[in-house]
């Protein structure tokens, strides 16, 4: 597995988490990318041992070549699994397409609503009740693919953003974990263009 991550990396270390402990069993996180240098999730990853990939896109010309170094690293670290953790670039739909049914993101509001950058915000500033937490494969399309695991936060009257963007991460530290379990677990299964979540355990021919 890689973690994709451009910022604060609270969700891959999460998962470092729930792989050190067990909850995620045979898997190895062998790669973190990320596209800023000076993110706090390179940091994390350096202290817990795993490789780091550092790719600027500015230091390429075409998004292609940037994304031929990506694949280039994780072809060398046989990575089957691309797990997006705040990364802050959008993967062209080859990249998604090689890599099909095997990226995953985690959205901070119940899509398909609130899509983009700045959902905790805005779903705040709309005044809705209930937002949430949605984990979905990537697809071509933008925060679009089908939905995994979707949880809801209330918002309550004497929250602010900063209150409501606690609970959300709270929430999703507790359900990306899950949601790669599924994936190892081979649950997860597309048919009709959804996520249906196997009951019993084996491997799915289309999600893996
Ligand atoms: C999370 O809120 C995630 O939902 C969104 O980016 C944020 C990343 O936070 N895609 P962190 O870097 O994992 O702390």
Redesign the pocket.
Known sequence: MAVF??????????IIRAVSSGFLKKIKLSLLVCDNPA???LGIARRAGIRTLVVRREDFSKRSEFEAEIIRHLERCGVELIV?????RILSAEFVRRYRWRIM????ALLPAFKG?H??REAFDSGVKLTG?TVHFVTEEMDSGPVILQEEVKVRDNDSAASL?KR??RL??KIYPLAIRLFLQGKLKIKGGKVRIAQSSGRSSTAR
Do not use: D, K, T
Request: no cysteine; proline share 3%.
């Open positions: 991550a451009s910022g604060r990396g609270s969700n891959f270390e999460a993110a706090r999730a997006l953790a705040g990364f802050m993101n985690i959205h901070p950058a959902a905790i937490v963007e959300i991460h999703e530290h």
